[in-house]
């Protein structure tokens, strides 16, 4: 998987109201299932006193995943149209969740379809899609002694990274996949072999 992809740019959610009920769409980016997961059990939580809280993602995981629950609206209504409007923009790495407040009036099987995916559509452009590339994480860990040559060829690479200094010094790297394998070898390279990298 080194082509790009779309996915969405930043969290963010859209509210509206359908004959009483009040719809909010959350959208958030997830690199891996456990993200998804855990930003569902967040708006879950944030929204517990909501009538549902309707999750849907798409991963691009090992295999590829995708998900979406009603929530206990009725089948078919509410998690398909969420992941349908996901698959119709093509958009990867996403989770969303839709919170809907029950107000009062049924919607009938077409209303609340349409409520749902509406939900989804208006989030994603809140946040905007953009084009990704494949990433890979990397943990390398070097003694003090190499951390500055290792710190250098992370940083003049231009690619996110977060280090720790504790017993050796960590760095928590996001690289493009394809340009992993290089940044491997330099690190390896300048350092006589001496980083660990996972």
Known sequence: ??????????????????????????????????????????????????????????????????????DGEPSGSAGKPVLNVLQGEDVENVACVVTRYYGGTNLGYGGLVRAYSRAVSEALDATGVVEERPHTHLTITVEYDDSGTVRGIIESVGVEFDADYGERATFEVRVPSEEREGLCERLRSATGGRVAIE
């Open 1 to 70: 998987m080194t082509d790009t992809y779309r996915t969405v740019s930043d969290r963010a959610s859209a509210a509206f109201e359908v004959r009483g009920s009040e719809f909010i769409g959350h959208v958030t980016r997830a690199e891996t299932v456990a993200h998804a997961e855990a930003f569902v059990a967040e708006i879950e939580a944030e929204y517990a006193d909501a009538t549902h809280n309707v999750p849907a993602y798409r991963v691009r995981s090992d295999p590829f995943r995708e998900y979406s629950s009603d």
